[in-house]
């Protein structure tokens, strides 16, 4: 019902940044929380952003002052501007659109992923 395309990823050096985007299209709801997530080999997939309608911003503690997510709900994007970036950063990132109904239930939609590596 929803679709995600990310792009952005890749291989940087540790201080390098990156910028991830990711366009939805389909059924997207009035209210809905656009988010990143990352996932290691190995691990559980953990949140780093997600943002709200109105711009209400969440970080992990892992990347605060060092990530910033913003979205333009014109386009349907939303983007994650990585600088600093760390070898601990290397990861599979997701974009993530949870799609909230007026019950407070929501559906929740993935992207493809995007590969990025931070070389040591």
């Known amino acids: 019902q929803v679709q995600l395309v990310e792009s952005g990823g890749g291989l940087v050096q540790p201080g390098g940044s990156l910028r991830l985007s990711c366009a939805a299209s389909g059924s997207i709801f009035s209210f809905n929380v656009m988010g990143w997530y990352r996932q290691v080999p190995g691990k559980e997939r953990e949140v780093v952003a997600s943002?709200?309608?109105?711009?209400?911003?969440n970080y992990a503690d892992s990347v605060k002052g060092r990530f910033t997510i913003s979205r333009d709900d014109a386009k349907n994007t939303v983007d994650l501007q990585m600088n600093s970036l760390k070898t601990d950063d290397t990861a599979v990132y997701y974009c993530n659109i949870r799609n909230y109904r007026y019950s407070g239930q929501y559906d929740s939609y993935w992207g493809q992923g995007t590969q990025v590596t931070v070389s040591s």
């Open positions: 943002i709200t309608p109105i711009g209400s911003t």
